[in-house]
């Protein structure tokens, strides 16, 4: 059993910043690989980045330059920090994790990112 809880979403305005936490419990030992989805309204699900247990990144096109995913492995933690925000931004981000052992996936709750003047 995995938990993701996921915290740090709000309103901001364009041009601003947020940070977008995940942290993991329970069975974490066979996690691999996490990341961040978000999903805008009328829109599917989209991935917009990864991190491995190795440190490797990969981001989607429409947020490289502006989104740094990073890990803190004492808190078992994922963070999304967000820069250069705009109205397309705006989504409910979701936390997600990847079981190398069993061959499944974990997602958190979501959390509302709203980028609005």
């Known amino acids: 059993q995995v938990q993701l809880a996921e915290s740090g979403g709000g309103l901001v305005q364009p041009g601003g910043s947020l940070r977008l936490s995940c942290a993991a419990s329970?069975?974490?030992?066979?996690?691999?690989?996490m990341g961040w989805y978000r999903q805008a309204p009328g829109k599917q699900r989209e991935l917009v980045t990864i991190?491995?247990?190795?440190?490797?990144?990969n981001y989607a096109d429409s947020v490289k330059g502006r989104f740094t995913i990073s890990r803190d492995n004492a808190k078992n933690t994922v963070y999304l920090q967000m820069n250069s925000l705009t109205p397309e931004d705006t989504a409910v981000y979701t936390c997600n994790a990847r079981d190398a052992r069993w061959k499944t996936a974990y997602w958190g709750q979501g959390t509302q990112v709203t980028v609005s003047s």
């Open positions: 329970g069975s974490i030992f066979s996690i691999d690989v």
């Open positions: 991190i491995t247990n190795g440190g490797s990144t």
